[in-house]
């Protein structure tokens, strides 16, 4: 899993109601990512990309603009060890 690279990250701004987990799960899915998403009740997103650095490089750009409808203040972000995840998936709120 060298060449693998795994981020979590956390989305801050308006990004719930606004379509974001979706448009996160499609724009993973379609970037061949690896990974989770879900809402946090603070009003956050949180979630891990698991992947090719320049794919989880892309989804990380483009968590800066976010989905349509979305307005994205801040992204904390913070590197992990990879863990060989199979799928990406929308989790429930935590």
Same mark, same amino acid.
């Given at each position: 899993?060298?060449? =693998?690279? =795994?981020?979590?990250? +956390?989305?801050? %701004?308006?990004?719930?109601?606004? %379509?974001?987990? /979706?448009? #996160? $799960? /499609?724009? /993973?899915?379609? &970037?061949?990512?690896? %990974? +989770?998403?879900?809402?946090?009740?603070?009003?956050?997103? $949180?979630?891990?990309? $698991?992947?090719?650095?320049? &794919?989880? $490089? &892309?989804?990380? =750009?483009?968590?800066?603009? %976010?989905?349509?409808?979305?307005?994205?203040? /801040?992204?904390?972000?913070?590197?992990?060890?990879?863990?060989?995840? &199979? #799928?990406?998936?929308?989790?429930? #709120?935590?």
């Amino acid at each position: 899993m060298s060449d =693998r690279v =795994r981020v979590h990250v +956390w989305v801050r %701004g308006r990004v719930q109601g606004v %379509g974001f987990r /979706a448009h #996160t $799960e /499609a724009m /993973a899915r379609n &970037a061949g990512v690896q %990974g +989770w998403v879900r809402n946090l009740r603070d009003g956050r997103v $949180e979630a891990v990309f $698991e992947g090719s650095p320049a &794919a989880v $490089e &892309a989804m990380l =750009r483009w968590c800066q603009q %976010g989905s349509p409808g979305s307005v994205v203040e /801040a992204i904390e972000q913070r590197s992990e060890p990879p863990e060989g995840l &199979a #799928t990406f998936e929308i989790r429930p #709120t935590v």
